[in-house]
């Protein structure tokens, strides 16, 4: 391992990241304060939605039932009743994929739409650059409990299954078309089936959306964009290796998060840039990551799930890893 490790860390011509950036407490500057006030009414209904997500428990009883008995009417009203306000918050979770896919272009577009280089931009501008990592510390944490939690899935497919036998039921009863019980529409229930059929569908979100603000806007360097991601993975990463920023952390959870940002911007970079991040031309040093990731597993065993958790995201939810031209290095450093 330790050849593999050295194999991998030529990166010389990754520019030098030293600096702390306050995720704990970053104000926005003047300049900051009207995009800042955009992205925060988005981000506001994030830890509700990630509460909620957390405490997700499902109809998955009352689906059995009802599958096990199909000619019992009241099981099968039983579970369409169970099952209908749990898809009424998939949908709001749906909803606020829009809402967070029209807030990437807004920081990507401040962060990046400047004659500064990345780096100062993200010193001199830490309350947006915080609101980049908030956006990806929600995408890895909504999409790692969407993906170890089937009740989300089984319930949706439940409804989609049940929802015309439903509609037909209540619509030979007499009901009106406002009564027919239905909790979205078949056209919202298709576009949240696509939406929930991705293992990481706000990872999709936001990198679609990351990728359609860099299609659009030809006028901004590509690099721009993937050098803020590199810079604020690799600033997470030097944060907590260096005793005198990481004893500024004023709450112990504070390691976790940077450790999801860092992660989530090798995600997103990956999955953004052309060549990916395990190429030789990529600024984010992977190897150093990883090490970092499996040092904090070693170090503070009560972070052992959110670390494996992250691992398996770079192992299972990167764009490239798999690509027949990525050294098989960083196929084993991963394995």
């Not at 209908?84 to 967070?100: M, N, Q, R, W």
């Not at 577009?109 to 980049?132: C, D, M, P, Y």
């Amino acid at each position: 391992m330790g050849n593999l490790l050295r194999i991998l860390s030529d990166k010389s011509h990754q520019p030098k990241v030293d600096f702390y950036l306050d995720f704990e407490g970053a104000l926005p500057t003047d300049d900051e304060k009207e995009v800042y006030a955009e992205v925060e009414e988005v981000l506001e209904s994030a830890k509700m939605i990630l509460e909620e997500l957390r405490t997700y428990e499902g109809a998955s009883d009352d689906i059995r039932q009802a599958i096990s008995n199909p000619n019992d009417e009241d099981l099968q009203q039983k579970a369409w009743d169970a099952v209908s306000p749990s898809v009424l918050k998939l949908k709001t979770y749906f909803d606020y994929s829009s809402s967070l896919e029209k807030a990437i272009p807004r920081v990507f577009g401040f962060l990046t739409n400047s004659s500064e280089s990345v780096l100062r931009r993200l010193e001199e501008h830490q309350a947006i650059a915080k609101q980049l990592a908030n956006i990806l510390q929600f995408t890895l944490s909504f999409d790692d409990m969407k993906m170890t939690n089937p009740a989300i899935q089984n319930d949706f497919s439940y409804y989609r299954r049940t929802q015309s036998r439903m509609k037909m039921k209540m619509k030979e009863s007499g009901a009106t078309e406002g009564q027919s019980g239905e909790v979205v529409s078949n056209e919202m229930a298709n576009r949240m089936s696509l939406f929930y059929a991705n293992p990481t569908p706000m990872l999709k979100t936001v990198s679609d959306s990351t990728s359609k603000f860099v299609e659009e806007n030809k006028d901004i360097p590509i690099e721009n964009t993937g050098d803020v991601l590199s810079t604020l993975a690799e600033l997470c990463r030097t944060m907590i290796d260096t005793p005198s920023y990481r004893e500024r952390f004023r709450s112990k959870e504070t390691v976790v998060f940077c450790l999801q940002v860092m992660v989530g911007n090798i995600i997103l970079y990956d999955h953004t840039q052309p060549a990916g991040v395990f190429c030789k031309k990529s600024t984010i040093d992977v190897r150093q990551c990883v090490k970092l990731l499996r040092d904090t597993q070693e170090a503070d065993p009560s972070q052992q799930r959110a670390v494996e958790s992250l691992l398996n995201a770079l192992k299972y939810t990167t764009k490239h890893l798999n690509d027949d031209s990525t050294p098989k290095t960083y196929k084993q450093l991963l394995a």
